[in-house]
């Protein structure tokens, strides 16, 4: 049963992935990847104020949870296509472009973390 929760919460977070990245690439039109940059810091902000504020105030079944963090924080951030996308970048000799694309992933998504931990703290 723990597979369909994960199941469901990665086929929502697929989902919510596309349309946020679709959206993100109509708002900044640009080679950079920033749709990938805007799910990878929301969904680390998201799976951070999910195990940091909710998790121990125990408010759902170890189900639920699975569905909200391995399921819809899995299937929306986009780790694997943050690698590809840098790779291309290199390949394609935008050395800058991919530079900070590894750099801008890392520092805002373990600030996206950071931040859930410190406003669980303060709520």
Do not use: H, Q, W
Not at 23 to 32: D, R, S
Not at 77 to 99: A, C, K, N, P
Not at 104 to 121: D, E, M, R
């Amino acid at each position: 049963m723990s597979y369909l929760y994960v199941a469901v919460g990665a086929a929502m977070g697929g989902v919510f992935r596309f349309g946020l990245s679709k959206l993100t690439y109509k708002i900044f039109a640009t080679t950079f990847p920033a749709g990938t940059l805007v799910v990878n810091v929301l969904g680390s902000f998201l799976l951070g104020l999910i195990m940091f504020y909710l998790e121990p105030k125990e408010i759902f079944s170890p189900r639920f949870r699975l569905l909200l963090t391995v399921g819809l924080c899995g299937g929306f951030t986009t780790f694997s296509t943050f690698t590809y996308e840098t790779i291309v970048l290199f390949r394609d000799s935008e050395i800058f472009l991919g530079s900070m694309n590894v750099i801008f992933n890392l520092l805002l998504c373990f600030a996206g973390v950071y931040l859930a931990y410190f406003i669980s703290k303060l709520i």
